[in-house]
């Protein structure tokens, strides 16, 4: 799940809605939105620590540790892995 699905199951849980139809949690939904909130939380502050390490004017090891830490970002922004397991071809 990308953290744009995460931020699109939220903003529809607070809407409780789609379109015209309601939508009401289960408790399951519930927990799961907690935990939606807490992980964009979470990389909001991992990209402003990014953010402040750019600004960054010495240290030999600067660039290398941006290099490192903005791999590590993008690769958990692009995905946070399957909720489930892939289905099988057989």
């Known amino acids: 799940m990308t953290l744009d699905?995460?931020?699109i199951f939220i903003a529809v849980a607070e809407l409780e809605h789609v379109t015209q139809g309601r939508i009401v949690?289960?408790?399951?939904?519930?927990l799961f939105l907690t935990e939606a909130k807490a992980v964009l939380g979470r990389a909001s502050a991992a990209e402003k620590v990014l953010t402040d390490l750019?600004?960054?004017t010495r240290g030999s090891n600067r660039c290398q540790l941006l290099a490192a830490a903005r791999s590590v970002f993008e690769?958990?922004?692009c995905s946070?892995?399957?909720l489930r397991p892939p289905l099988s071809d057989t």
């Open 80 to 82: 946070l892995g399957p």
């Open 54 to 56: 750019a600004g960054l």
């Open 25 to 30: 949690l289960t408790q399951a939904g519930r």
């Open 5 to 7: 699905q995460l931020r």
């Open 75 to 77: 690769a958990a922004r």
